[in-house]
């Protein structure tokens, strides 16, 4: 059953597929238009008047993490077990610390104390993607990913795909980093 469903939406992922974001639909034009396969998404985001979405980056941390979710139906009826690829024009790079363990424990007059402190290293110009790779829609057809740009990209338009196979992405969004 597993590898028919797969063969499916392999098949269908090759139709067209619309991306639905809040009130505006866009849909491939180079692709067929039988699959009847949609995916909605809702990146739980203001958006502007060209349809641009904008999250405002926290300035007392490094990171900004913010959940984008969306459903999956095929023939209007909820799809489960689609693979959701997800990609992001922006990266950073690690240091090489990532960062410290710090080792506690109790002196003989049990104070609550720093014993250690180990440095995690070796991770020189480690590629830190801002987005999870990929989702599966659940019996729902909801999928979600998780987006992380940094502080340093303030000011940026992130740019995130989304596709369900191999093939080029079948649609995207913009996120003005505030």
């Known amino acids: 059953m597993m590898s028919q469903l797969q063969s499916d939406l392999k098949q269908k992922s090759k139709c067209v597929l619309a991306l639905?974001?809040?009130?505006?639909?866009?849909?491939?034009?180079?692709?067929?238009n039988e699959s009847g396969m949609?995916?909605?998404?809702?990146?739980?985001?203001?958006?502007?008047?060209?349809?641009?979405?904008?999250?405002?980056?926290?300035?007392?941390?490094?990171?900004?993490?913010?959940?984008?979710?969306?459903?999956?139906?095929?023939?209007?009826?909820?799809?489960?077990?689609v693979r959701v690829d997800?990609?992001?024009?922006?990266?950073?790079?690690?240091?090489?610390?990532?960062?410290?363990?710090i080792e506690y424990g109790y002196t003989d007059q049990?104070?609550?104390?720093?014993?250690?402190?180990?440095?995690?290293t070796g991770f020189d110009n480690f590629i830190v993607p801002t987005i999870n790779c990929c989702s599966y829609s659940n019996a729902d057809g909801e999928i979600n990913t998780m987006l992380a740009p940094v502080r340093s990209m303030s000011g940026d338009t992130m740019t995130v795909g989304i596709q369900t196979s191999d093939e080029e992405p079948i649609g995207e969004i913009y996120i003005v980093l505030d």
């Not at 809040?22 to 692709?31: E, G, M, N, Y």
């Not at 992001?88 to 990532?98: P, V």
Request: aromatic share 14%.
């Open 86 to 101: 997800w990609t992001s024009s922006h990266y950073w790079k690690l240091n090489d610390t990532l960062g410290h363990y």
């Open 38 to 81: 949609f995916i909605e998404l809702d990146p739980r985001l203001d958006v502007d008047q060209n349809g641009y979405f904008h999250l405002e980056l926290l300035r007392n941390t490094w990171q900004t993490t913010h959940r984008i979710s969306g459903f999956v139906t095929i023939d209007g009826e909820a799809a489960e077990l």
């Open 110 to 120: 049990l104070e609550y104390v720093a014993l250690d402190t180990t440095f995690i």
């Open 20 to 32: 639905m974001l809040s009130f505006s639909i866009l849909t491939c034009s180079d692709v067929g």
